[in-house]
Every structure is written in C-alpha cells, then in structure tokens.
C-alpha cells in the first residue's frame, strides 16, 4: 500500500524559502509523475508543478520563476523549494502521485498534507 | 480565479440525485479528460472518477460522470449524508502546460 509523508517547517518567513520534503513509502518512485498540489485555508486546489522519476519537470507558469523540485529515487522522496515567499503562499501543500491507466492521468495516491504559514 | 468552472455550492436531500457541472475551454476539457475528486472534511482529495467517466475500485456506482464539448459534470444518486464534501473538477490544459482544478463545489446533504 503506497504512502505518502510531507514534511518541512511550518512557518516560513516572508522573502525566504518554503521547502517540502515528500516521501514516499510502500512502492516505487520510479516510473512515475510525482506532484505538490496546494490549497489555501477555506480555497480550492491549485497545481503547482510535477516531476518525473526521471527528473522531467513542468511548473505552473504562475509559479515557475520561484519553484524548483527535486528528486531522489535512491531515497524514495521529492522535494519542492519556493522561493521569495509572501503570505498568498500560506496553503496546505499535498504531495501526490500522478498515476496511468490506459493512458489516462489522475492523481490516486496523496499525501495527507502539511500547512505552511508565510507570516514573520 | 479557477481556469475550470464550478457552482461554489450545491444542496439536496438524502436518497435523491444532484448534479455538479464544471465549464472549461477548448485547451482544456474540450481535447482532454476529466478526472473528478472528493474531499472529506479535513482529509486529502481522493480520486472519484477519471477519464470523464471511470470509476476507480471502491468507488460506488451512485457516482456517474459525462463529458460533452468543453464541459464535464459528476452526478450522484441515491445521495447519503456522508457524500457531503467538496468535488473538483481536473484537467490537463494543453495550453498551460499543467494540471488545471475547478474551484470545487460544496455539496450539501440536507
């Protein structure tokens, strides 16, 4: 049964970095689009990029100058670093796992999801 | 401002049926599949139908989703009490290269 774990600091100062650790347990990282989705207090769900087992990765462009993701398959975890954060970064961030079925996408594992504050 | 469409809320009472739209565009729904989620009351979304109609294992068949053009919609029968949650709509948009969600309708069982 695959798991997934973020973890990371939950309050991150405002200009500084967000960074969130995503490990993955019970199965494989290889061969898989691994993704952070976030979702602010009382909002809805917002991509903020994938990864590739590979290392292939593709950002939301309203995010893409400030995020980078990271994986590690030896350690069976992916990261997400977001720069210069500001208090609209304030979100719960999910980590997730993009899955195929006959060609078809969907997200069927995720991660139980940590809140970061962006707050000084 | 979500790229995919969604009524903000929905209500209805148990044992009936209820339907949630959401409208995208021609770079998303229009060329690509609908995935729909549910999420709990302080739990992660789950998975409750991909490719527009297909329900993943587990998932009862009171849940049906279609696809018309560049809208999609999930509908519930024989509603109970614990399908009250948030639904969103998901979709590839070729144009933004990446994952785009409706802003998620809040379903209500009276």
């Known amino acids: 049964h695959v798991q997934l774990q973020e973890s990371g600091p939950g309050l991150v100062k405002p200009s500084e970095t967000l960074s969130l650790t995503c490990t993955v347990s019970?199965?494989?990282?290889?061969?898989?689009?691994w993704s952070w989705i976030r979702q602010p207090p009382g909002k809805g769900l917002e991509w903020v990029g994938y990864?590739?087992?590979?290392?292939?990765?593709a950002y939301n462009p309203s995010l893409k100058s400030r995020v980078t993701m990271s994986i590690d398959t030896s350690r069976n975890h992916f990261s997400l670093r977001l720069s210069s954060a500001t208090a609209a970064d304030t979100a719960m961030y999910y980590c997730?796992?993009?899955?195929?079925?006959?060609?078809?996408?969907?997200?069927?594992?995720w991660g139980q999801g940590t809140l970061v504050t962006v707050s000084s | 401002q979500s790229v995919l469409t969604q009524p903000p809320s929905a209500s209805e009472t148990p044992g009936q049926r209820v339907t949630i739209s959401c409208s995208g565009s021609?770079?998303?729904?229009?060329?690509?599949?609908v995935n729909w989620y549910q999420q709990l009351p302080g739990t992660a979304p789950k998975v409750l139908m991909y490719?527009?109609?297909q329900r993943p294992s587990g998932v009862p068949d009171r849940f049906s989703g279609s696809k018309s053009g560049t809208s999609a919609s999930l509908a519930i029968s024989g509603l109970q009490s614990e399908d009250e949650a948030d639904y969103y709509c998901?979709?590839?948009?070729?144009?933004?290269?990446?994952?785009?969600f409706g802003g998620g309708t809040k379903l209500t069982v009276l």
């Open positions: 998901a979709a590839w948009d070729d144009s933004l290269n990446g994952w785009v």
């Open positions: 021609s770079s998303n729904i229009g060329i690509n599949n």
């Open positions: 997730a796992r993009e899955t195929a079925v006959a060609g078809n996408h969907f997200y069927d594992y």
């Open positions: 990864i590739y087992y590979s290392g292939n990765t």
């Open positions: 490719r527009n109609n």
């Open positions: 019970g199965g494989s990282i290889s061969g898989y689009y």
